[in-house]
């Protein structure tokens, strides 16, 4: 090739090179242009770098700057006043439980324990977990809630010194004093002071505190058991107690006991052959502080809930009082409640020489309607024999009185029938007991109450809600689509826990699990037209630092045509379906009964346009918290929501209502649908497996008008009790007058 071939080729290459670099910023001696000229990995790191000591020098600022404060309130702790509706004063509760101990009364392998859990190299470090500082700086800072990895040194801090406060200037404050401090203490003081300044539940503050109230000894005494137990308790000890905690708190506390034994195997700390000897220790029954005897110690339980969920705040920090809270409690009807539940069902029971009456639980709670405001409210006999309040469990599954949700939720969504028919109350079904359900991929036969056939002729929905007929609420809820029942649970009020039945035709039966606060919301709900009522217990509540806002209500969550259409649904029930019992002259009311498989437990929850009330029976074995039928209660035979529920809620409604001139309900907006079959004209059939049906269970006569049916002489009576006289007589089911029915098999699902 030729010099001038070359110079072309030469020429070639920088023609083809000049767009490449002008594309890429390159032009003239390597120059960069446009906005890489300040964003080059010499400017990035060396911004960073900046940063960095900047950062380093404000923690040093902090640390010469910041010294450690005075302890803090926990060491002049305030009283939580609680006050009725009216004001009077129903309980002061704020005295400190707490007995500092020396070190060398905590027995060594506790020591060990609570380290093995909480802060494994406790004995290495400097006082400061770094990275959990940062983690709790990020998730306070984006809202994410508090973050774990704080050491024992940062713990104690915070307990002694600082609140329990979510803020990033807290968790730099607690990040300086806890250098000072790991600098100024030994160890085994740091350790001393967390162990006797933590909170343990139970209103325990410190070690001492906590060994008495959860296993009635001195801290010397515990054994490793008791002391794993205590440390694995004390992330959470709301959730973790285990005479509260539901099933996930205590798969929880039960996976951090085991953690402390394995951690501590981990450390060298425990030999692995005695480690599978150890075995979790139960704690004892709490015992309920001077003051909360009777209702009073649930009362305060379901409003300390309730604050905390509406502040965001702990156990620790509520225990440290200055809150005055005024409850929605009416003392008049608080009374009244106390006294239907004594009269209606205690009065009548053995506890101590019949086993079923001494597993018999009951639970209530009563709602305004207008303003959402808990009235009154029974959780039990007393802290004393049980802590967690019946009114606020939710083991317990509803049974049928969630029948009432499936027909809202057909309604609401304009559900058809299998022949695409709209679902109205007049809509007709087949009631055939074991009929299986059409339209399903997950089969599901469901026996009616007594094995009973209504399916010849046909029945209508509101006829199959007055007798709680399953094999029609499992075909609607299959025409509905389970997916759509539940949403429209939840709107109302109900809760999304872990268990609920996903996609299931037999979720119809309510077999989810609910309280007895949700379910009045769901009915109040109802009772208010369609717009969503929260229940509330507290009234106010008051504090010089804090701020509470009550639950919002209000929403149209279902169309007011809806609300009354299932309303006058009810209203069947209560005047000639199974809820009859309550029928009275004095209001007009709506409702459902609900008794659940194996008849574990029995519900009624029922409606006047004044008052909303739900009461509950549950079977729990005691010592062991199992659940267990009620067939037996006070000798007699099934023990439905038809039974003691229903009577409870009576006597309480009439004393309640006493004096108030009642208002019937307002449906205007009802739509019953078109009426496409007569009325049935005689009672339903029994299948080829049981008797012939009960009298009680026809329709021989039209619904009577609640203004003119005759009261009942003595009220809070019924023909249904047994005498409480003669408590070996059986008590039938007010809805049967044959025999007494044997206990359904479990795989029936029978409903009620």
Not at 140 to 152: L, M
Request: proline residues 7%; glycine residues 8%.
């Amino acid at each position: 090739m030729g010099r001038a071939e070359a110079r072309k080729a030469q020429q070639q290459r920088s023609a083809r090179r000049a767009p490449r670099e002008r594309a890429t910023g390159k032009g003239q001696a390597g120059k960069r242009t446009g906005i890489r000229r300040f964003f080059t990995w010499k400017t990035i790191l060396g911004t960073l770098f900046g940063m960095m000591l900047l950062g380093m020098a404000a923690l040093v600022g902090l640390y010469f700057y910041v010294d450690p404060p005075n302890p803090n309130a926990t060491a002049t702790q305030q009283s939580n006043t609680y006050k009725y509706a009216d004001g009077s004063l129903m309980a002061r509760v704020g005295e400190m439980n707490r007995e500092n101990v020396p070190i060398e009364k905590v027995p060594k392998e506790i020591q060990t324990a609570f380290i093995a859990i909480e802060n494994k190299s406790f004995y290495q470090d400097r006082g400061v977990d770094f990275m959990g500082v940062a983690r709790g700086l990020v998730r306070t800072a984006t809202g994410r809630g508090a973050a774990g990895g704080s050491t024992i040194t940062q713990q104690y801090v915070k307990n002694f010194y600082l609140t329990q406060d979510q803020t990033p200037t807290r968790k730099l404050k607690e990040l300086v004093i806890s250098l000072k401090v790991d600098r100024k203490l030994t160890k085994e003081q740091v350790l001393e002071g967390y162990l006797n300044t933590s909170y343990f539940g139970r209103g325990a503050y410190g070690i001492q505190a906590a060994a008495q109230a959860y296993y009635g000894v001195d801290v010397e005494k515990l054994t490793l058991e008791q002391g794993a137990y205590l440390a694995a308790l004390l992330q959470a000890p709301s959730d973790y107690d285990w005479a509260t905690a539901g099933p996930k708190g205590k798969e929880l506390v039960t996976i951090r006991f085991n953690g402390v034994f394995q951690n501590m195997v981990e450390m060298g700390a425990l030999d692995e052959a005695k480690r599978q000897t150890l075995k979790f220790q139960q704690p004892i029954q709490p015992k309920p502080a001077p003051g909360l005897e009777g209702q009073k110690g649930y009362l305060k339980q379901a409003a300390d809930a309730e604050l905390r969920r509406q502040t965001n705040m702990t156990a620790a920090e509520l225990q440290a009082g200055g809150w005055e809270i005024q409850l929605n409690i009416d003392p008049k009807k608080q009374a009244a409640l106390e006294k239907a539940v004594q009269d209606e069902l205690e009065s009548q029971l053995d506890r101590k020489s019949r086993p079923v009456d001494a597993a018999v639980q009951a639970g209530a709670t009563s709602v305004d309607p207008k303003t959402g405001g808990i009235v009154a409210m029974y959780g039990g006999t007393g802290l004393a024999d049980h802590w967690a309040s019946n009114a606020l469990r939710s083991d317990f599954q509803p049974g049928s009185t969630f029948k009432p949700v499936v027909l809202a939720s057909a309604l609401e969504n304009k559900a058809t029938t299998q022949d695409k028919k709209p679902i109205t109350p007049n809509a007709l079904y087949d009631g055939t007991s074991k009929r299986a359900v059409v339209g399903s991929k997950i089969p599901f036969n469901p026996q009616n109450q007594d094995d009973k056939d209504y399916g010849t002729p046909l029945m209508s929905v509101a006829e199959a809600t007055n007798f709680s007929v399953n094999s029609v609420y499992a075909q609607m809820i299959v025409d509905v689509k389970p997916p759509n029942a539940k949403k429209t649970a939840l709107e109302l009020g109900m809760k999304d826990r872990q268990g609920w039945p996903e996609d299931k035709p037999a979720m119809s039966l309510g077999t989810m699990s609910a309280n007895t606060v949700e379910m009045a919301a769901v009915y109040a709900t109802l009772d208010n037209h369609g717009k969503k009522v929260v229940p509330s217990i507290i009234k106010s509540a008051e504090h010089a630092e804090r701020e509470f806002k009550k639950p919002e209500s209000g929403q149209q969550v279902i169309t007011r045509e809806t609300a009354d259409t299932v309303t006058k649904v009810l209203t069947g029930v209560v005047n000639e379906g199974s809820g009859k019992a309550v029928r009275s002259s004095a209001y007009e009311a709506a409702g459902k009964t609900g008794t659940t498989e194996s008849n574990v437990a029995a519900w009624f929850t029922a409606y006047t346009p004044e008052l909303v009330t739900v009461v509950a029976m549950f079977g729990e074995e005691p010592g062991t918290g199992k659940q267990t039928t009620l067939t037996g209660t006070a000798g007699g035979g099934r023990a439905g929501g038809s039974s003691f529920p229903a009577e409870i809620w009576k006597a309480y409604t009439l004393a309640a209502l006493k004096g108030v001139n009642t208002a019937q309900f307002d449906l205007s907006e009802a739509d019953m649908g078109p009426v496409q079959a007569p009325s049935r004209s005689a009672s339903p059939s029994a299948s080829a497996a049981t008797t012939s049906p009960s009298p009680s269970s026809s329709q021989t006569s039209p619904s009577p008008d609640p203004s003119k049916v005759s009261p009942n002489p003595n009220p809070s009576k019924s023909t249904g009790k047994p005498d409480p006289t003669k408590s070996n007589s059986p008590k039938p089911d007010p809805t049967k007058s044959g025999a007494t029915p044997p206990i359904p098999p479990p795989i029936n699902n029978q409903s009620q």
